[in-house]
């Protein structure tokens, strides 16, 4: 496998030529005042241990939060705990290494073998999708600073429709598919680079960034969480994970009552209503469905992977390798004037061309690759999301989504079957009707 | 706790709100994907400029070059020219003879990395190593091998006399007088010049010594941007150069760093930083330009141009960068 | 409930269950081969400095807004020149310490007399912003004894440094934490 320039020297070592050896060694003036030389010193690094203070907080926070929704199921408790999170994985240790961008170093590294991925950065990824496999999407409920920060804000939460809904989910798997790509090829961080928050935990960064955050966040006052839903590509692995997960996200402790009162509750689209049993009209209609999209499946695979392959050339022109080649070529057909740093720092360098020009083919040959497979996984969750769509599944009760419900517990304070909430009810229903019953008096 | 707002169905006034501050997103990823090398820049302040030197009056450019060789170096290292225009050079751990039309005479092989090269009247190739010298037949065969090094001894330069040799040590900041037989006979250490008890100040490895017509030897005194002349038997005679940018002047901390000798007698410098041979007479007084900075590069990594004279006035420049032998010849009969 | 129901959530339950199973085994199995790749020791981000071309770039492209890169002397590296190139711009009206003489736009550099003809130059990181000027001169001229690396304790280890991103000759590189900085000159051989 051939390593890309930039990632040349993982473990450098910086000593080039022997000129430069040579030059090192040159002893400095005499001085005769005894003036003494001082060392080359930089500023102390900062405590190591911090990454792994990290990982510790992140298991004990994933835990408290599963503790919260499963034991307590307590939405007060969620929200404090996200509060927390957000200031420390947030704002206090600026929102990196994060568990969303941790996707894109796995596929770094097991895209480029010269690349070590240090450990704290596996436990980021590893942690939030174990505890899906258990108890679903824990890590978004209240541990995730980018789902505290959303959380949060939410105002007056609106219905998106159900079909834009669907329709823009698709949007996180397109969204993983390219990150796991640029990040295997050793492209770029596109997750880190877009990342709509980080120049608010930061406090600092271009203009552009502190308008993409204000806008999510603008948007976050009337759609719950659109980026968890839209395109979040950690949202996605956790959601296919929590779809098993051993434990769910129940609205009730013990029986659904059919209420109706959580249905509203749920800023994020991801209560699901009893169905009405209406099978012997319907059933023919939706297996005839059912049959042609089973066949058309391949179909779409193919067609999304060609048209992924297609764009493998335009996408591998983000890599710097594949830029700095087609720069120089450009320069040397006299297509372009002057030199960019780039350029001038390539030719000062004296790097030999037939190595850029093979690592750039290597690097357009996986996009090519790499282009077909992003199709593939774009055909395959457009498939799979036709095929979700016209199985019916049969419920008796209002029941959280297994993928879409992020576990944030604001549909438990609702719930009658609650014994708090009934207690609750019981108390206010109470103090109306002595109130009514004062009137009453007082009318009297 | 009050309870968690409640989802209402979305309007039309929410729902183009949300659309445009979707544009708005749409225009800051935009922002940030076209956020390429170029976005931000600092003030022209920041920037360091010494182009305007780069660029040489072509009037003051008196030289022309007539042709190159190529080397079979990957760092080229030093070059001198025999009685016979045969020129040697010397890279990575090589020696090699090209004759006076360019073609390779013979190749052969250092036991260490060479620092510099001289050739004597008497066709006796010296070469010096960082911290000892070797003498050489003239067909390349090792005779001679001489460590009369101090610790910090970093030899950088070196010439001869029928009856001696001069070693610039660049790290004990002196010239070693040798004779051939490799006894240190004195040493000129430059100091108590013009009341200077400092003597040579050499910031780095560059440190030139030759031989003058007159039977002077001429030493370069980089960090005074200086070329001192010295008996044989070490005083100082006299000196010039002064300090500048400018195309009459030596540039930057220190320079020249190579100096050579026309049969006229007149000298040949070579800079580094501003990538500059010229000459000057032989009072210091500045002639021309034999090729300015735009003829080599880059300069930013700082490469030095080591030069040699025929016995036809014709300068040989190693060129670094190309690690070719650059030949260049006068353009016009030199005005007196 | 009715039965077929009941049957329909067991086999529901059971599948679960084994997808579950899959999905455990294949975190393991990433987990394992990432944990058989990955460095106990951390990677930070530091400069080459003998790939680093002093762009402006470090400059202005980091996250912080007065950039993790500073400017470091050597000192052993150091020729101490009167003219330091580094210091003084290309054509100064004379060599002393006048706001006009000096290169550095911040002023962040110190000239202090040593013994003559000799002066000591020293960084001033509280006013120095990384813009490589002084860098650039150092290198033309001189040893290169100023260069710039990025500071350890300034640096929030991003994921991706964004300076990387966007340097022109690919100077910035992930090194393992042990190693701390990626120094210019002798200080790297005993290292």
Not at chain 1, 27 to 40: C, D, M
Not at chain 1, 217 to 222: Q, S
Not at chain 2, 175 to 195: F, M, P, R
Request: with cysteine.
């Amino acid at each position: 496998m051939k390593r890309p320039l930039w990632m040349g020297a993982v473990i450098g070592t910086a000593l080039t030529t022997g000129r430069a050896i040579a030059e090192e060694r040159f002893p400095p003036p005499e001085f005769e005042t005894g003036y003494k030389i001082p060392a080359l010193k930089y500023p102390l690094p900062k405590w190591v241990g911090m990454e792994y203070l990290d990982v510790a907080l992140l298991l004990v926070a994933l835990a408290v939060g599963t503790y919260l929704v499963y034991t307590k199921r307590s939405r007060r408790g969620l929200a404090l705990l996200s509060i927390l999170s957000l200031f420390y994985f947030g704002f206090y240790r600026e929102g990196c290494v994060c568990a969303i961008g941790s996707i894109q170093n796995v596929a770094l590294a097991l895209g480029q073998t010269s690349y070590q991925i240090p450990l704290h950065v596996v436990g980021f990824f590893v942690l939030p999708l174990l505890f899906a496999l258990f108890f679903g999407r824990t890590f978004c409920a209240a541990v995730c600073p980018h789902g505290a920060i959303q959380e949060l804000v939410v105002w007056r939460p609106v219905q998106v429709p159900r079909w834009l809904e669907h329709a823009l989910g698709l949007l996180a798997y397109v969204y993983l598919g390219a990150a796991v790509l640029f990040a295997a090829t050793g492209t770029s961080f596109i997750l880190c680079q877009y990342d709509p928050f980080i120049a608010i935990f930061r406090l600092s960064g271009g203009f552009e960034m502190f308008l993409l955050g204000g806008c999510f966040l603008v948007i976050g006052l009337f759609v719950g969480r659109p980026y968890c839903r839209f395109l979040c590509p950690l949202g996605v692995l956790l959601g296919l994970f929590s779809h098993v997960s051993q434990k769910r996200v129940t609205i009730y402790p013990d029986h659904c009552v059919q209420c109706r009162l959580c249905e509203d509750s749920c800023p994020y689209n991801a209560i699901r209503e009893p169905t009405i049993d209406d099978s012997h009209c319907d059933n023919t209609t939706s297996r005839r469905r059912l049959l042609v999209y089973l066949a058309l499946a391949p179909v779409l695979l193919l067609l999304f992977g060609f048209l992924g392959s297609q764009f493998g050339a335009p996408m591998a022109r983000a890599h710097a390798t594949v830029q700095l080649q087609e720069r120089l070529e450009q320069e040397d057909r006299g297509a372009v004037d002057g030199t960019t740093d780039a350029s001038t720092a390539f030719r000062d360098a004296g790097r030999s061309r037939k190595e850029l020009a093979a690592a750039t083919a290597t690097i357009q040959r996986r996009f090519h690759i790499g282009g077909w497979l992003l199709g593939l996984w774009v055909g395959l969750v457009v498939a799979v999301k036709l095929i979700g769509l016209s199985v019916r599944r049969g419920r008796d009760e209002y029941e959280a989504d297994r993928g879409a419900c992020v576990a944030c517990g604001r549909c438990f304070p609702y719930c009658p079957a609650d014994e708090d909430v009934r207690l609750q009810a019981l108390a206010s229903l109470e103090a109306e009707s002595v109130e009514v019953r004062d009137e009453t008096a007082l009318l009297e | 706790m009050p309870n968690p707002p409640k989802t209402t169905p979305m309007n039309g006034g929410i729902a183009m709100l949300i659309a445009a501050v979707t544009v708005a997103t749409i225009v800051a990823v935009i922002l940030i994907g076209r956020q390429g090398p170029h976005s931000k820049s600092l003030g022209p302040q920041f920037s360091y400029e010494v182009d305007r030197y780069r660029h040489t009056d072509p009037s003051l450019v008196k030289y022309q070059e007539t042709g190159s060789i190529q080397t079979p170096y990957e760092t080229v290292h030093g070059i001198c020219v025999g009685s016979d225009d045969s020129i040697y050079t010397i890279g990575d751990r090589k020696l090699t003879k090209h004759s006076p039309d360019g073609s390779e005479v013979f190749t052969a092989s250092l036991d260490a990395t060479p620092t510099c090269i001289t050739i004597s009247d008497g066709e006796r190739i010296a070469i010096g190593f960082r911290n000892h010298i070797e003498l050489f037949s003239a067909k390349g065969k090792r005779e001679k091998s001489w460590t009369k090094a101090g610790v910090k001894s970093h030899f950088t330069s070196i010439a001869t006399s029928p009856s001696a040799v001069y070693v610039a040590d660049a790290g004990k900041r002196s010239v070693g007088v040798y004779d051939w037989s490799g006894n240190l006979l004195q040493e000129i250490d430059g100091k108590g010049v013009d009341d200077d008890a400092r003597g040579f100040v050499i910031p780095s490895p560059y440190f030139d010594v030759a031989m003058g017509k007159e039977g002077l030897v001429w030493i370069i005194n980089p960090g005074r941007h200086r070329v001192e002349s010295y008996t044989t038997d070490g005083q100082f005679e006299l000196s010039w150069g002064k300090t500048a940018m400018k195309v009459d002047g030596f540039s930057g901390c220190c320079n020249p760093v190579h100096l050579a000798v026309l049969p006229d007698g007149d000298f040949v410098t070579s800079e580094k930083g501003l990538n500059r041979i010229k000459t000057f007479a032989a009072d210091g007084s500045f002639r021309d330009v034999v090729a300015g900075s735009e003829a080599f590069g880059p300069a930013e990594n700082a490469d030095d141009i080591d030069i040699a004279v025929d016995s036809k006035g014709r300068i040989l420049a190693l060129d670094p960068w190309k690690r070719t032998i650059r030949i260049f010849e006068r353009t016009t009969a030199p005005s007196r | 409930m009715s039965a077929p129901k009941g049957n329909s959530g067991d086999r529901r339950e059971f599948i679960a269950n084994g997808v579950r199973g899959l999905c455990l085994l294949s975190l393991g199995g990433v987990g394992g081969l990432l944990l058989d790749r990955a460095q106990a020791d951390d990677a930070v981000w530091q400069i080459d400095p003998y790939k680093c071309i002093s762009c402006d770039r470090c400059a202005t492209s980091c996250v912080l807004d007065e950039s993790a890169v500073k400017c470091c002397h050597n000192f052993s590296m150091c020729g101490y020149c009167d003219l330091c190139t580094g210091y003084f711009e290309p054509e100064p009206n004379a060599l002393n310490t006048g706001a006009e003489n000096q290169l550095c736009p911040t002023g962040a550099i110190q000239r202090k007399f040593v013994e003559d003809p000799f002066f000591q130059y020293t960084i001033d990181e509280k006013l120095c912003i990384g813009c490589a000027k002084c860098v650039k001169g150092c290198n033309m001229f001189g040893n290169g004894s100023l260069h710039l690396q990025i500071q350890r304790d300034r640096c929030v280890d991003c994921n991706e440094c964004s300076i990387a991103r966007v340097c022109p000759s690919n100077a910035i590189q992930r090194i393992p934490l042990a190693r701390s900085y990626l120094p210019k000159g002798r200080e790297e051989k005993s290292s």
